[in-house]
């Protein structure tokens, strides 16, 4: 079983910056991949970006392409969502998932609680 457990959420003005914390627990993940997704109220969950544990390859969202970026923290088992010049439109609750190296969210098995972004304009 894995766990996830996501932090760093919060308020911030557009144009800000914040970094999201993915803590991860229960088993390897090796020959897997760790992604972030967003989802906002009545819309389906949004593709973000995604690390391939092994690799360290990475794929984003055009809508987050040069301002946001995946890391990992091998020795903590963490991943990392940093968030610059965020936009309005960047406000959702953001999830991190284990899985395989996708941007369809099904792919995905293990899945956090979530945390709140909210970007004031």
């Known amino acids: 079983q894995v766990q996830l457990v996501e932090s760093g959420g919060g308020l911030v003005q557009a144009g800000g910056s914040l970094t999201l914390s993915c803590a991860a627990s229960?088993?390897?993940?090796?020959?897997?991949?760790v992604g972030w997704f967003r989802q906002t109220p009545g819309k389906e969950r949004e593709f973000v970006a995604t690390?391939?544990?092994?690799?360290?390859?990475?794929r984003y969202a055009d809508s987050v392409k040069g301002r946001f970026t995946i890391s990992k923290n091998s020795a903590r088992d963490t991943i990392y969502l940093q968030l610059n010049n965020l936009k309005p439109e960047d406000t959702a609750v953001y999830y991190c998932a284990v899985g395989r190296f996708s941007v369809i969210w099904s792919e995905y098995n293990y899945w956090g609680q979530g945390t709140q972004v909210t970007v004031s304009s």
């Open positions: 229960g088993r390897t993940f090796y020959n897997l991949a």
């Open positions: 690390l391939s544990w092994s690799t360290g390859i990475t």
